[in-house]
């Protein structure tokens, strides 16, 4: 059988969908739970634009599959959007200059809001991350500020 009925917990809420074998877990947030927050970019695991927290880590969403993600807890930009972070996230990005096209932010956010609750180093949100726009100073500078670091200023 091609298609599967899968359950997960996203952002704190139980949802029950079917999903095709092959779709990511990307492609089924935007689709089937209409959460588009999560963007697809690269479609190889090299961008970082799709990272979602997946059991309390960041993973790149294109790379897993939905059936993947069955039974398994998921975090998304707009669960953020819920817990406070993302203002503090977001702002602190504004005021840095770390941000440009936004095309990228949206993993940017989470991979920066996992890591602020201690979850990675700045060097870990880095690694993960390509952004073509700003040129990483902000982007540094922003991880100081919402860490408790320096910050201020590029």
């Given at each position: 059988m091609n298609v599967r009925t899968i359950t997960m917990r996203v952002n704190g809420l139980?949802?029950?969908e079917d999903?095709?074998?092959h779709t990511t877990l990307a492609e089924h947030l935007r689709t089937a739970l209409r959460l588009t927050g999560t963007h697809v970019g690269?479609?190889?695991g090299d961008c970082g634009a799709c990272?979602?927290?997946l059991d309390g880590e960041p993973?790149?969403?294109?790379l897993v599959l939905a059936v993947q993600a069955d039974g398994r807890e998921v975090g998304t930009v707009e669960g953020i959007a819920g817990s406070g972070d993302l203002a503090r996230v977001q702002r602190t990005l504004?005021?840095?200059h770390g941000l440009q096209c936004g095309f990228c932010t949206p993993g940017l956010v989470v991979r920066m809001a996992h890591a602020a609750?201690?979850?990675g180093s700045e060097a870990d949100v880095l690694a993960g991350h390509l952004c073509r726009c700003t040129g990483y100073d902000g982007i540094r500078?922003?991880?100081r500020g919402i860490s408790g670091g320096s910050g201020g200023g590029r």
């Open positions: 139980t949802r029950t999903a095709w074998h690269c479609g190889t990272v979602v927290l993973v790149c969403s294109c504004v005021e840095e609750a201690g979850g500078a922003a991880l």
